[in-house]
């Protein structure tokens, strides 16, 4: 059977811009539902400053109180020396660092130049290493940014390429508004897998114009295996108007199993995470 792996991002990805600030114990309830679901990696923290991200504010915590399954690892952003420090006190299982190919973005999500956070995260993939965590690798606006417009297929790739060099052991290709289509998908990862292979990448596609499983289906047919969701469809990125949901976890699994894709996950225990996503956004509009 052929195998597709889905990266549950709805803890970290999915949460991090919503309005109302979530109790740590719906966090850690819906981490432990995904625990069951059959995922091999969970992103459930961000180690970035509660003054740009409240809502991450209490990744510490939820890494301490979360019931591990054997044989799952919890991810945690890092987007410097101290987020690093941090994510290894909680007991990350691994740490992700998050570069973009487009200079406004960068300029935007981590107020510095492409190569200035290249540099910043070449130091985070040092320490990573040193503990003995493994480090994945995002790029942002992989299609089109919203204050550059479209973003050079050979921009991605040469900051992919970086990102492999200074330690990623996978690379997730982000279209971080959503308004990727298939024939831009298909450009970008031909330009990348010029210099990187399929099975170092992972394809991470916003739902925002409904074209996320034309856009998967698209990097399917290049090679590749992996691909990044949010339970519930839970997401947005605050640094992209518009970029409201990531590709729902349960939909992609639907959609793959469908197509003859096995993703070793058990649809009943997603629909009871994607119903504790829904409570979530529920509670932020009874607020």
Same mark, same amino acid.
């Given at each position: ?49 509660? $003054? ?36 290894? $006190? ?35 993939? $040092? ?34 390429? $970086? ?125």
């Amino acid at each position: 059977m052929r195998d597709v792996e889905i990266f549950e991002v709805g803890p970290r990805d999915g949460l991090q811009n919503e309005p109302r600030l979530i109790p740590v114990a719906e966090k850690v309830a819906l981490v432990d539902c995904l625990s069951r679901a059959g995922f091999r990696r969970i992103e459930v923290a961000s180690f970035v400053s509660p $003054k740009w991200v409240p809502q991450m504010a209490s990744s510490g915590e939820v890494l301490r109180l979360i019931r591990r399954a054997p044989g799952l690892r919890y991810a945690a952003l890092a987007p410097n020396s101290r987020g690093l420090e941090d994510a290894l $006190k909680a007991g990350a299982d691994e740490v992700a660092i998050f570069a973009s190919a487009s200079e406004g973005f960068s300029r935007a999500n981590l107020n510095c130049s492409i190569e200035d956070s290249l540099a910043r995260f070449s130091e985070v993939a $040092k320490g990573a290493q040193a503990a003995g965590l493994p480090v994945r690798g995002y790029v942002s606006c992989v299609v089109e940014c919203p204050f550059d417009g479209p973003t050079p297929p050979q921009a991605v790739a040469q900051v992919a390429a $970086k990102l492999q060099a200074m330690g990623c052991y996978e690379i997730s290709l982000g279209d971080t508004i959503g308004r990727a289509t298939p024939v831009g998908v298909t450009a970008m990862l031909q330009a990348v897998l010029e210099v990187l292979p399929a099975q170092t990448l992972a394809g991470h596609f916003h739902d925002t114009a409904g074209r996320a499983l034309e856009n998967v289906e698209a990097a399917l047919v290049l090679g590749l295996r992996v691909f990044d969701a949010a339970v519930g469809g839970l997401g947005g990125c605050p640094y992209a108007p518009g970029a409201a949901g990531n590709l729902a976890t349960e939909a992609l699994a639907a959609w793959l199993e469908a197509r003859g894709w096995h993703t070793g996950l058990d649809a009943a225990v997603l629909a009871q995470a994607a119903g504790l996503a829904r409570q979530m956004r529920q509670g932020e509009r009874d607020v």
